[in-house]
């Protein structure tokens, strides 16, 4: 398996442009995630999706992000209009695990899309 | 709300000098702890998951530790090729911000 497929690797965009991250999860897996990255908080969550519903967006941290996975190979991140501080590494993972109270399955994450906004 | 606090936040290790890193948790109730290495511009990279306090698991130079309110990761004689960040997860998606180990000739 080629494991979880993210593209673009890199990404500078202007200020107030629309961007847009894509996401290719393993197949058979049935949960999609989507993290940023960045020095100050690291790791952070900002919506995962159970069998191609999104599930819990509570980190998306403003009505600017939104995602879909139309089905179960596909997803996409989109920031509209994007400012620099959105700028970060934007990783996304797929796992087996199944939506419940807690998970207790590892997730599988692609190499990142490094977006700069200037 | 929950937290996971890893620590020390960088790790300066002489090949084959062990030490241990440490990722504490609150949340209760813990249904899995879980490790990653993540190597400069790369997505972290799953290492082990521990299910109960007491559980310990190794891989090669790695052994990771549970208990009911933080886990260890112990690495034993590392070598230069170990050099990455260590990250912990708990099973509400949280991960700490990590530990940097750089492990020198």
């Known amino acids: 398996d080629a494991g979880v497929i993210q593209s673009p690797r890199h990404e500078v965009t202007e200020m107030g442009q629309e961007v847009t991250l894509r996401c290719k999860p393993i197949?058979?897996?049935?949960?999609l995630f989507w993290y940023r990255q960045t020095m100050m908080r690291g790791l952070e969550l900002l919506i995962y999706?159970?069998?191609?519903?999104?599930?819990?967006d509570s980190g998306m941290p403003e009505d600017r992000f939104s995602a879909k996975m139309p089905n179960a190979s596909f997803s996409t991140l989109k920031i509209q209009p994007s400012e620099p501080r959105d700028s970060a590494v934007y990783f996304c993972?797929?796992?087996?695990?199944?939506?419940?109270?807690?998970?207790?399955?590892?997730?599988?994450f692609g190499q990142g899309t490094r977006l700069t906004v200037v | 709300e929950d937290q996971v606090t890893q620590s020390p936040e960088a790790l300066r290790l002489q090949e084959g000098e062990s030490s241990s890193l440490n990722c504490s948790y609150t949340?209760?109730?813990?249904?899995?702890l879980f490790w990653y290495r993540q190597d400069p511009g790369k997505g972290p990279e799953f290492l082990f998951t521990?299910?109960?306090a007491g559980e310990e698991k190794e891989k090669e130079r790695l052994k990771a530790t549970l208990t009911k309110k933080e886990s260890f990761l112990h690495i034993t004689a590392p070598k230069p090729e170990d050099s990455a960040t260590y990250l912990c997860?708990?099973?509400?998606?949280?991960f700490g911000t990590g530990t940097r180990l750089q492990v020198f000739p």
């Open positions: 993972a797929s796992s087996r695990r199944m939506a419940a109270s807690s998970w207790n399955t590892e997730a599988f």
């Open positions: 197949s058979g897996h049935n949960s």
């Open positions: 521990l299910y109960s």
């Open positions: 997860e708990d099973d509400k998606l949280i």
């Open positions: 999706f159970n069998n191609n519903v999104p599930i819990d």
């Open positions: 949340v209760s109730g813990l249904r899995g």
